[in-house]
């Protein structure tokens, strides 16, 4: 995974894999074999990834995934043992499988950087190279993006529901053991600065914290010997769990366990906002002023927003973080736009999209980007186009390039895709971050050389 | 992975992982460092995993991903350079890392097997050995039966809207890339026949298939090139997909050049009714009677069912299956329900609970579970009980022994799980298979020693 040239968190396991190139689907492979066949596979082509819409209800889509994608590509190859595999079952054929063998990726890559934002229509992600190197990267590159933007977007609504107070990542246990490293990442990327999920920590270094579970307080006799046992491993700067039986009870104990210097509570049950302010009435009266409360259980971006009066400190977040709040995949597709018609390399693109049946808007050719401003600075339109970049455009295009050659040209820490992300979103329009059911806040408008079909 | 053990698919890339141990929240480590040090952490604890409700309007629930815990818990163990990573960051103190380095689970493992259906209450899985060895296992625990049981859910709803039709799992690109892996796995055994995922074929033994795709024709310079390609290189048997263009004209031009022995089309757009019924009749007056009908196209188990009628063969499910067609994630937590009182391994074990808040159902004590039936060998009721199981029960048990002294007992085969699924469905009252919302099928009836506080 090239570690070496990465300078945050670490390769290997538990995450890392020795190839991607088995997170395929079948018919990638069939259909290489038969164009290896015809003589078709190495049409210069260009694939895009966009998607037709966003989830219902959404105002903008987040990009997520990209540096994990940019790794997939480069250790997309296939291993003696997975060729013999393919070969046992005879999923493909001999020079098939002697092509397979040398594969690289030696094409190019363009897309949004990740932590912008996105409309549908939006080319996030171009690939270009032969027909057969790129249709094979299809199904892994759908994979991340679709499921890392999900999660990001979902964050990006939370962070603003958060209006600037800490939100931790706390749903491993909600989703696939894999799932939930690229999601503390994608959740990173959207504005949350920690996760409770130690593989996320070790393989992207994002802050991991923890708190302390109903099962430590119940494996002692009583919950004074719980929190006694609590701050004497932790000191007193930890956050302590006070919702196991009495809340107000625990909230005594807590400080007379801790003293003054009470790092935090967690609270995990009941009515939130209501238990939130008695605890810090409590905690103060107290003289835990400084004690923080976080607060858990089955939040979303609206139990988050209609906790922004209260006095709470960090928010937990697990469920509907890792399920996207309710859409737990985005529809991004992954389509040839453009194809030469001949072997040729110098050989001219030419625009190709399936018929559109059942309203799928189609548009084929490669695309350029850009988003428009308004007299204020503020994002106006999307705009997307084929052919020459009108002049006043070129200084607003969103696509930059990623991988020339096959070769990785941008890696950037998360810290970054996390800065550009909440530019982008602040760069919109105010009615992005109504959490409230809405149009896409931009609208996409093209400016294709051929008309679209929709 | 112990690949030795198992008769079917491989271990090794691109699944497996070195070790399952980061698969953790950071609290389990912290409270385990607490629990050491206040002399805690070796009293002899029994985690139940379970769940309080199912999702809205679910008649049942499908234990799924059983098989892959007990690799996940063989599998736990911290090596050297996790180690190095949890000093590194402080996450935990030095007699802490060293009890981690020699982690073994040495305990025992419980539960009902995989494929059995579950009811609010079910105790799933139990964990019993010291409360370290038991609490660390939480997270890995829950991700997996969390994931792989909500896809193994809605893959049975699909099975039965199917009325015994085959359906291929397709949704690789709709998930993260390893959670397809297991979402092949789940779907399954919850009744799909087949996976488009080649690393679900790699590492479970799932037959894998493949159809075409949109690309494939629209790189050629006609549809009638393209499907000449592919009957070229994949035989007259393959798939040829129709909707590129003009569905009639495609269909015309497939047994044209695939000749009567046509094996099958594929319909990934509009109206599928009406479409899949021209289709037929068009494949049966061009004499090719024997080519299956093969549709795609965001089904979930209603749009399946509205197809029972058509004349449809196959249906090819993603997006819907992978995010267990609304509930991506079952709420199964994992509970101490009991503890001793000191770290004598003889020590009897004593009930605890945390105290209920906001409705939620907790009830202590190591539970058995038992489904009655009627006079008709019908299931009638979950019956699930703490202390001594009731004679006219015996028989009726439902929960396995898994794993003895940290060693796994029971490992089988997914096609054993998959039928025991098929057992388990057709033992439920016939409600069961309705689609439409409704109440869990069974309700669950509580025999405890103690009283049940909700």
């Not at 940019?70 to 098939?96: C, K």
């Not at 590159?141 to 209006?163: E, F, G, K, P, Q």
């Not at 709040?325 to 194809?339: E, I, N, Q, W």
Request: include cysteine; aromatic fraction near 6%; charged fraction near 25%.
């Amino acid at each position: 995974m090239n570690v070496d040239v990465r300078d945050e968190g670490r390769s290997g396991a538990p995450v890392a894999v020795p190839s991607t190139a088995l997170f395929t689907d079948q018919y990638e492979l069939t259909m290489l074999q038969a164009a290896l066949r015809a003589g078709t596979a190495h049409r210069r082509s260009v694939f895009e990834v966009f998607t037709r819409r966003l989830p219902e209800g959404r105002r903008y889509g987040v990009v997520a995934g990209t540096g994990r994608v940019l790794d997939a590509v480069e250790n997309f190859r296939f291993e003696p043992d997975l060729l013999e595999y393919l070969d046992e079952r005879g999923v493909v054929d001999r020079p098939t499988l002697d092509w397979l063998a040398d594969y690289r990726f030696t094409g190019e890559v363009h897309g949004y950087p990740e932590g912008e934002v996105y409309f549908p229509g939006s080319p996030i992600l171009q690939v270009q190279g032969s027909f057969a190197e790129c249709v094979l990267l299809e199904t892994v590159i759908l994979s991340i993006l679709n499921h890392d933007s999900a999660v990001a977007a979902a964050a990006s609504r939370m962070a603003v529901a958060a209006i600037g107070r800490p939100l931790i990542e706390m749903g491993a246990r909600r989703t696939h053991e894999l799932a939930a490293v690229a999601a503390a990442r994608a959740a990173y990327v959207g504005g949350f600065s920690s996760t409770s999920d130690l593989a996320a920590g070790y393989r992207w270094g994002i802050p991991t914290v923890g708190t302390s579970a109903h099962a430590f307080t119940l494996l002692h006799d009583s919950e004074r010997d719980a929190f006694t046992a609590q701050v004497a491993s932790l000191g007193t700067g930890t956050t302590l769990l006070v919702d196991t039986y009495d809340v107000a009870e625990a909230v005594r104990t807590a400080v007379s366990v801790a003293g003054p210097e009470l790092g935090a509570v967690r609270i995990d049950s009941g009515d939130l906002l209501v238990v939130a302010h008695r605890v810090r009435q409590q905690l103060d009266e107290l003289g835990a002023r400084s004690a923080r409360i976080v607060v858990t259980s089955d939040l979303d971006e609206y139990a988050i927003s209609s906790l922004a009066a209260a006095p709470v400190d960090a928010y937990g977040v697990g469920t509907q973080l890792v399920t996207g709040s309710g859409h737990p995949t985005c529809s991004m597709v992954y389509k040839l736009v453009a194809r030469a018609t001949d072997d040729d390399p110098r050989s001219p693109l030419v625009p190709v999209a399936k018929k559109s049946l059942g309203g799928k808007l189609s548009v084929g050719g490669v695309k350029w980007a850009a988003r428009a401003k308004d007299e204020y600075g503020v994002a106006a339109e999307e705009i997307i186009g084929t052919g020459p970049v009108p002049d006043e455009l070129t200084d607003s295009l969103l696509s930059v390039e990623l991988m020339r050659d096959g070769r990785v040209l941008v890696r950037e820490s998360l810290d970054a895709a996390r800065h550009r992300h909440e530019r982008a979103r602040s760069g919109l329009p105010l009615s992005a971050t109504q959490l409230s059911r809405g149009e896409p806040v931009l609208p996409t408008r093209y400016r294709t050389e051929a008309p679209v079909t929709a």
